[in-house]
């Protein structure tokens, strides 16, 4: 059994271009653990989007050995490079759960962002030693004097403790594997015999099934052990044991406080869940606590282009839950669209991440429909539903309540955008909890506002008029009273499903008129004369009349009596009342497209 006197387990948080990819880089580079051949930039980052974007999607655990120079004692140093996004803050607690100690990395020409403090404080929740470190300290721009003194303020701690180091250069990377052989501890024994571990991310192969990659916290695991997942409550095999070297390597046992692999064969989509336990089949010890299945908050309706694919992106959604638990998904049809599959989400990100991937990895061309929350609703008739779609959205006569979740944002800017930022605060019903001052002149502002106001562009005018450089993370709260009604669009008398959509009551009659206008200049003229209407409260707010295409009917006729021509304009007439009185309106899908994804952003 390895000497857990001498294993370190870690993880780098970081805001996102802080510089954690390229400072893993070089740990990977000088303890020699990936060959100068085959280094290359962003070297645990595996997918191209996570290369092209520049964030951490997908964990990759990474192992290395290091040589202490005052005492020449081997270390086994485990790195698990985590998400940094809050979309993804389950699994990171997890991981944060499977180690001892993180750095809190800080870019030096940056100083301390928001993002950077939602992930700390999960540090902190999870009982980790916090080493701060600035980075870019090769930068012409960098501010060190001043970044450690906020982030030493921010900890509690002297700045004289805070690490300085340059992943592009390398310098001070020896002074930092010090910090962690020193002040990170090594995992506590365990005396117990029987095995357990943690379930903290697993990926997929088709000849292997699913492989969960997890941290030792009792016991051994070996090769050919009956193991079970008491959250899921489904035995398997190990098939294989191995470690992260970074590459999976087959080892003969995983002991109490390693990291690596355990190759279950399972390939069920929806089985293995991150923060699981697996442990030996009917074992006494309990599960590890804080396992919860992730609850999608943003739900969006995903059709292929062409039908034809619909079998191919039900195969791409199974595919993809084999290596993301948190995607739900269920087959429905639209008039237009035809079939498809609403979809949930984690958030925002994720969502972005999944049909960037449905393209990519599986040559799918897709229609996204405008992403929305769920709403629990109390209705007259005393039931309680929860509604994930407008067109299930029960009629304004018969609720009695809505509620919604709400979010707790921590927004960062400089001081010049603070008067930009309280108008756009009120168009967003936004409150604000809590200001901060920092060293720097840049304020940190506590506010709590509705998910639904989120999503609702407040990102992207957020980095606008701060000319891009505040930064915010949220964290989801409670559900919340909210003030929301249904809004349909009719199009000659018949409600459009697809169409509607939840908006707040303050702003129904705006995104009434704005809605209907769209239409009503996209919308091709029909035989006869067309209404466009918006329906809310239970009354129609808004309306647009569309002219029906007229063909000259009288055109032929040369000279004569009037009376020839009138009769037919007469008869033309008859003829549309009656297509209007029974026509129904075929909306093209060009036009259907624009609808669904349209924004008001």
């Not at 996004?85 to 699994?91: L, P, S």
């Not at 450690?148 to 592009?168: A, I, N, Y």
């Not at 690596?260 to 009917?282: F, L």
């Not at 003829?575 to 349209?598: L, N």
């Amino acid at each position: 059994m390895m000497n857990q006197k001498h294993i370190r387990n870690f993880s780098i948080i970081a805001h996102i271009d802080h510089g954690k990819s390229t400072l893993a880089d070089r740990l990977l580079e000088r303890t020699g653990t990936i060959e100068a051949r085959k280094m290359r930039d962003q070297v645990l980052d595996k997918m191209d989007l996570e290369r092209e974007r520049g964030i951490t999607i997908k964990m990759q655990p990474a192992r290395m050995k290091y040589r202490a120079g005052d005492s020449g004692d081997e270390y086994v140093l485990n790195l698990i490079d985590t998400p940094g996004h809050i979309d993804f803050a389950y699994e990171v607690s997890r991981a944060l759960k499977a180690v001892e100690g993180v750095l809190l990395l800080v870019d030096s020409t940056q100083g301390v962002q928001a993002q950077t403090l939602t992930t700390l404080a999960m540090a902190k929740d999870a009982g980790c030693i916090i080493i701060p470190v600035i980075s870019k300290i090769d930068s012409p721009y960098a501010r060190p004097d001043e970044v450690k003194t906020e982030l030493g303020k921010l900890l509690g701690v002297s700045s004289d403790t805070v690490l300085s180091v340059s992943g592009r250069t390398g310098e001070g990377v020896d002074e930092l594997f010090s910090a962690i052989v020193s002040r990170i501890p090594p995992p506590k024994n365990s005396d117990e015999t029987e095995s357990r571990a943690l379930v903290f991310d697993f990926s997929y192969s088709t000849h292997r099934g699913i492989a969960v990659f997890v941290r030792v916290f009792d016991g051994e695991l070996k090769k050919g052990d009956t193991l079970s997942f008491r959250g899921a409550g489904k035995n398997f095999i190990a098939l294989e044991v191995g470690i992260f070297a970074p590459d999976e390597t087959p080892v003969d046992k995983l002991s109490a406080g390693e990291i690596g692999y355990i190759v279950t064969g399972i390939k069920e989509p929806g089985v293995v869940a991150v923060g699981d336990t697996v442990g030996v089949n009917r074992g006494k010890l309990q599960a590890l606590s804080g396992f919860n299945r992730p609850r999608p908050v943003v739900w969006a309706s995903i059709y292929p282009e062409s039908q034809d694919d619909l079998p191919n992106l039900r195969q791409a959604l199974e595919r993809l839950r084999l290596t993301d638990s948190s995607i739900s998904f269920e087959e429905e049809s639209s008039g237009v669209l035809g079939r498809g599959f609403r979809c949930g989400f984690l958030g925002m990100l994720h969502l972005e991440i999944i049909t960037e991937r449905l393209h990519r990895e599986f040559d799918l061309h897709l229609i996204v429909t405008i992403p929305t929350i769920s709403y629990t609703v109390t209705t007259k008739n005393g039931s309680v539903e929860t509604v994930y779609t407008p067109s299930r959205f029960p009629d304004f006569g018969d609720i009695i309540a809505v509620s919604e979740p709400w979010v707790r944002v921590v927004l960062i800017t400089p001081p010049a955008a603070l008067s930009a930022l309280m108008q756009l605060f009120h168009d967003h019903e936004v409150v604000v909890m809590a200001t901060e001052n920092y060293v720097d002149g840049r304020t940190e502002l506590t506010i709590e506002m509705p998910l639904r106001e989120l999503m609702r562009g407040f990102f992207d005018r957020v980095k606008n008029v701060s000319s891009g450089y505040a930064s915010l993370s949220y964290e989801f709260l409670d559900d919340r009273p909210a003030d929301v009604v249904k809004l349909d669009i009719l199009v000659a008398g018949e409600s459009v499903p697809a169409f509607a959509r939840i908006v707040a009551r303050r702003r129904v009659q705006k995104e009434a008129d704005r809605m209907v206008e769209k239409l009503n200049n996209i919308l091709p003229k029909q035989l006869f004369v067309l209404k466009i209407q918006a329906e809310a409260l239970g009354r129609i707010i808004s309306s647009r009349t569309i002219s029906a295409m007229r063909k000259d009917v009288t055109g032929y006729l040369y000279g004569g009596d009037v009376t020839r021509k009138k009769k037919l304009l007469e008869k033309q007439k008859r003829g549309k009342k009656r297509m209007a009185e029974r026509g129904r309106v075929d909306i093209p899908e060009q036009v259907f497209m624009k609808m669904v994804q349209d924004s008001d952003r």
